[in-house]
């Protein structure tokens, strides 16, 4: 058989083929990037373009973190954060979670709730700082609220979305076998909402911890928002850059959480851009 096309003018199709790509590999393509910019701050500091009262040079900041995990602030300080952060965030999970499924499963709850919902989802967490410090003072709850209510939303509009995304078709069969309203959620409806829930959870992961900044410049007395704080008083660029750096790190931390749920809740999902 000739490996001419049959008609002229046509050319044999050759289909994409995959190229495998080893954990190694990607893990150090990703790391490129952060190692470029830890190479051009070094440099910056060490030819006098960046000086310490601008920014602290890496050498800095690490003496700074040995400095702060020696005397205990730092230990301290992350886990006030995290103890704020991780309940406003299960605050807003929870509520955005059952929301969704009201608004998304139910014609009543879209009809009664949705509306509202969508309108206070249009303020600006940051806006609300003033009112909680009026209703709530300048202790944990103001704090912890707030957060809770950032995180709330970005969960409330995936789930309501892949809830009414479920195929009707299989809702009605299931009905049709006897299965209950719950147990109808429970077993058909999340699990065909995971991709949705999933992304909510990431927005919100994320949101926790712009979040948290906000929350802890209502006169905080703990955590990384105080050491900012304090060290803006000194002018201690240093201890400026360890907390930035480890509000970076957090809000990575939780992108990585969400990417390994994928990986177990979604086995069978292509990584992006598998197939370049």
Known sequence: MSDAAPYPGLVRPRPQRRKARGRTWSTTVRALGPLALLALWWAASATGV?????????????????????????PDALTTSLTRSGLGLLIGLAAGLVLGITTGFT????????????????IPFLSLVPL????FGINETAKILLIAVATTFPMYVSTSSGVRDTDPKLVEAMRSFGMGRFAL?????LPGALPSLLAGLRLSMTLSVIALIAAEEINATAGIG??????QSYARTDILAVCILVYGLL????????RLLERVLMPWRTPRGATR
């Open 50 to 74: 960046l000086t310490p009262d601008v920014l602290a040079s890496p050498a800095g900041v690490l003496r700074a973190v040995g400095e702060l995990w020696g005397n205990g602030q730092l």
């Open 107 to 122: 014609r009543l709850g879209d009809e009664l709730l949705d509306s509202s919902l969508q309108t206070l989802r249009t």
């Open 226 to 231: 105080y050491l900012m704080s304090q060290a």
């Open 132 to 135: 909680f410090m009026v209703w």
């Open 185 to 189: 959620v429970r077993e058909v409806v």
């Open 251 to 258: 809000g990575l931390t939780a992108d990585a959480v969400v």
